[in-house]
């Protein structure tokens, strides 16, 4: 059982969970993630860590609701409870004294990316920071972003804040105005990735893409989360998740996150005419397991 | 005959070995095949009393029992076996687990035609005693009478020891180890307890219930459990030794990644290993979306293949068929002769309906424009020479490809090693596929204190094995702990 100790809306459908889950607060490192489970009839899903205290013992995690589950999840509040919560998993990010860092995030992508562009920044690269969202609402960590990079600029689709356009855009009108870019790290929707790495590619800027695929276990053992490099398969959860972008086959990535699409939709539909009760229920189930945790 | 005379002489067997003999092996009562494909209830019943009874006084007592000899733990059968031909049920049960701390598990899990069956001298002249439906029958008549002859354990020795993985091999160092007086705490991965006889072995073969009961024992014996902690990432062996004092490690994390064909077509949706489709059957549940959240394939009325031709290829085939599916077909590149599989499952697959497509092996998967699998392109093969493995080799034959139609392609070839510990040990040595190097007898690692046995040792094995190496692991780490010492017997690579 792990206790969220603060939870807040951050952006539309987006909420910020402080979490209590010491292991994980101690050995997180930037680009790691971690594998939640709501409840005892619940689904395993992974989430992006933002930040971690280790003396606090908590982790920071930023949910996007999409589905089910982040819906659910996104329903709790301060003092609730989440069953599971395992990690850090997957490799940390390479941090390099690069020279000057492009970092492209796209809405919930950017807590994701958080972490590893302060650790850049650290390691003296002069880091861009890129973040595009939708329309305003979905902006975030605005602040935060701002001191985690040298140069920032925000993006959105609808121009409704900052500048109209994708963040490709803005990686376009860098690379035109001839500014030497020595890597880049996408984090974001498949689409914005594989556009980012159709731009860098033939440039040959050493560009990194965080790979969100359908997870099970984890730890390897699954092989559900397989993406294709190259003609080579790599398991996104041990050997990423983040990849050389110039190797990734994202048409592959594409497919393979689809592979639920009508169930989750069937889901997500059926939760929300039951938001109220499937709410009630998860509270009482967690109750009841808290209480015989503090009776053994 | 010393140990027989253990027992009253009213208990003795007086029939003639010749009329002992002549009794017929009583047969396991099972679900109707009919009723069983369509459900996850356990396909075998268990024996009646009476049967048993009559099982037990099959046995002629040899003077050098074969069933022990080729028992991977050294349980002592013939005395087990005489016990229950006593009707003393519960000593049956103790003695058992003298040897073995998850009787209900090997019962119903365990290649006995290899082993212990393998080894019966009546199995010579007809059907081997039925000593593993016996030993599932002591194991249940113990935990149904809830007298269970839980051993005692030894007083606080004050050392500590961390068990890396709740699997067969974890858990029965951990019975081990906490009757010899020492702290034991398990750590798993996952969330639920148990490894690989949870998100593995189906509910069919080995129910949920029989395995939270065998760890729920050792909880009450004293075992402390920990769950989602994925030792290499959560905390590593060095930092268990150094940061959280513990004595002794034993890793027995299992086999690991699964391994892919290889072949074009494998990314199509549809496509899994069997590893993912049994966990999100077995741990996630997904056989009942009504309830339960973790999707999977719906596989009613579709056509599911399953590569392979072990049990865990086995497993999914027939869980597969109880899904709905219209077939389930095993496709394997060797014959009948060669599958690794124990043959109460190929049987029991059989009647439930599962077609074999025996010396076939798939050299492409087909699929829609959307990335959805649509067949399997296959090629036939024939026999060889044997190969490394004592197995006649495979070859293609030419000119013999055809296609499967195949909406779900389960791929059950095998697993290598997970390299989470591994790559955040480094005085860990490893050999060339990666898999931990350890002692055969002590379980002793190159590093000082690090104990290592199971699949993570071996390879993809049995849970008797991994077994027989958390008890050996246990016994070479109770030495350890108790002399201090520690001689390197593995060099570091």
């Not at chain 1, 680009?31 to 982790?59: C, M, Y």
């Not at chain 1, 939708?134 to 902006?139: A, H, L």
């Not at chain 2, 990666?434 to 204190?449: C, F, H, L, Q, W």
């Amino acid at each position: 059982m792990y206790k969220i100790l603060e939870a807040r809306s951050v952006g539309l459908n987006i909420k910020q969970f402080v979490i209590e889950a010491p292991r994980i607060a101690r050995k997180h490192k930037p680009g790691q993630f971690i594998i939640l489970r709501l409840h005892n009839k619940g689904e395993r899903i992974p989430l992006t860590i933002k930040s971690s205290d280790a003396k606090a013992g908590t982790v920071t995690i930023v949910v996007q609701a999409i589905g089910k589950t982040t819906s659910l999840l996104n329903c709790l509040e301060a003092g609730d409870f989440v069953l599971d919560i395992v990690g850090p998993l997957g490799h940390p990010s390479e941090i390099e004294k690069y020279g000057t860092v492009v970092i492209l995030a796209g809405s919930v992508g950017t807590a994701m990316a958080l972490p590893t562009a302060i650790a850049l920044k650290q390691a003296g690269n002069h880091v861009i920071f890129i973040e595009g969202a939708r329309s305003t609402e979905m902006v975030v960590f605005e602040d935060e972003v701002r001191q985690a990079s040298n140069e920032t600029y925000m993006m959105t689709d609808d121009g409704s804040y900052g500048e109209q356009g994708l963040v490709t855009k803005k990686l376009d009108d860098l690379i035109a105005a001839g500014r030497k870019i020595d890597f880049i790290l996408a984090v974001g929707p498949v689409p914005m990735m594989r556009a980012v790495a159709s731009i860098t590619a033939p440039l040959g800027i050493k560009t990194m893409v965080s790979l969100n695929s359908i997870m099970v276990d984890g730890t390897g053992m699954c092989g559900g989360c397989r993406v294709l490099l190259g003609d080579k398969s790599k398991f996104a959860c041990v050997d990423g998740p983040e990849f050389d972008a110039s190797q990734v086959n994202f048409e592959v990535l594409m497919q393979r996150n689809a592979m639920y699409r009508e169930k989750e939709c069937a889901a997500l539909k059926n939760f929300k005419q039951n938001m109220k009760a499937e709410l009630a229920d998860l509270r009482e189930e967690l109750a009841a397991q808290e209480t015989q945790l503090c009776l053994k | 005959m010393s140990e027989i005379n253990t027992l009253p002489r009213s208990a003795m067997n007086v029939l003639p070995l010749k009329e002992r003999m002549k009794i017929l092996r009583r047969h396991m009562p099972e679900l109707d095949p009919k009723v069983r494909s369509r459900n996850f209830e356990e396909v075998n019943l268990g024996l009646q009393t009476d049967d048993a009874l009559t099982e037990s006084s099959r046995c002629i007592e040899c003077a050098k029992p074969g069933c022990v000899i080729d028992c991977p733990v050294g349980v002592d059968i013939k005395q087990m076996v005489a016990l229950i031909r006593a009707g003393d049920f519960l000593g049956a049960a103790a003695k058992l687990r003298e040897d073995n701390s998850l009787p209900a598990i090997t019962g119903r899990v365990c290649p006995q035609e290899n082993q212990c069956e393998g080894g019966c001298i009546v199995g010579k002249k007809g059907s081997p005693v039925a000593i593993g439906n016996l030993e599932r029958f002591v194991a249940d008549y113990e935990r149904l009478s809830g007298q269970l002859g839980l051993p005692p354990n030894a007083p606080s020795t004050g050392k500590s020891v961390a068990i890396v993985g709740s699997g067969p091999a974890g858990l029965s160092a951990a019975g081990d180890l906490i009757q010899k007086g020492h702290r034991v705490r398990v750590f798993e991965a996952l969330h639920e307890l148990g490894g690989v006889l949870i998100y593995g072995i189906p509910e069919f073969r080995l129910p949920k219930s029989i395995v939270k009961g065998e760890v729920n024992n050792l909880r009450r014996m004293g075992v402390e459990f920990e769950t989602n902690v994925v030792v290499g990432k959560s905390v590593t062996i060095d930092e268990l030794m150094h940061e959280e004092h513990y004595d002794a490690v034993f890793v027995a994390t299992g086999a690991g990644l699964p391994v892919f064909l290889g072949v074009p077509g494998e990314h199509l949706n549809g496509v899994y290993s069997a590893n993912e489709f049994l966990t999100r059957i077995n741990l996630m549940r997904a056989y009942n979306t009504e309830e339960y959240d973790e999707p999977v394939y719906d596989c009613r009325d579709r056509n599911v293949i399953v590569v392979g031709g072990g049990n865990t290829a086995m497993d999914a085939v027939r869980t597969a068929r109880r899904l709905g599916a219209r077939t389930a077909t095993l496709v394997y590149r060797r014959s009948d002769a060669e599958m690794p599989a124990r043959a109460e499952e190929v049987k029991h697959a059989r009647e439930e309906g599962v077609e074999f497509c025996m010396l076939t092996a798939p050299v492409a998967f087909l699929g829609d424009e959307k990335g959805w699998l649509t067949g399997a392109r296959c090629v036939r093969m024939e026999l060889s020479e044997p190969d490394e493995s004592g197995r006649r080799r495979p070859v293609e034959i030419p000119g013999s490809g055809f296609n499967l139609p195949t909406d779900v392609a389960i791929i059950g070839v095998g697993t290598t090693a997970n390299p989470l510990i591994q790559s955040t040990t480094p005085d860990l040595a490893t050999n060339k596929r990666n898999y931990i190097v350890a002692d055969n007898e002590t379980m002793r690692t190159s590093k000082p204190g690090v104990f290592a046995g199971g699949d993570i040792v071996t390879g993809g094995a049995t849970v008797i094995l991994a077994m027989g190496a958390g008890r050996k692991a246990a016994k070479s780490i109770h030495e350890y702990l108790t002399s201090g010492e520690w001689e390197t017997a593995v060099p570091i690579s």
